[in-house]
């Protein structure tokens, strides 16, 4: 119990050194969430280009063949080892990348949040992108 205790400040906290500590534990109660911290804390937008891993993968499973936000969101997961990004927050993701001042993705409808029923399209722009991050994600960059 306290090491759950001492998870939920570390994951409430603004602070994120806590974070780095219960990823590195491994409780024999509670088996999952060392690893559950130390995915979250691959989640933050690298430098190079401001985008998490899922922010990565969203557009990269679309150039790739997805043509809906439902078929995106399963490709994206299915890169996972254990289920991490549930669909409302992957559609959440994926709706602020069509609707940025320079979109990635071009979402149809395009007058509605992106949801199950999305279509969705790599923009100009995600082309342009895509083999830089591709790049640089091979180089651990």
Known sequence: MQFATRAWAAFRSPATDGL???ASNRSSELRFPGGAFD???QEYPVVHDGLSPSERRIPAAVSDGATDAESAFARVTARETRPFLGDSWCFAM????AHAPVPLLQAE???RPVGIGTGLRPTDTE???SPIR????STGG
């Open 127 to 129: 082309a342009r992108c």
């Open 39 to 41: 995915r979250l804390g």
């Open 109 to 111: 409808p395009s007058d």
């Open 134 to 137: 591709r790049s640089t994600a």
């Open 94 to 97: 994926t709706d602020r990348m």
């Open 20 to 22: 780095r500590a219960i």
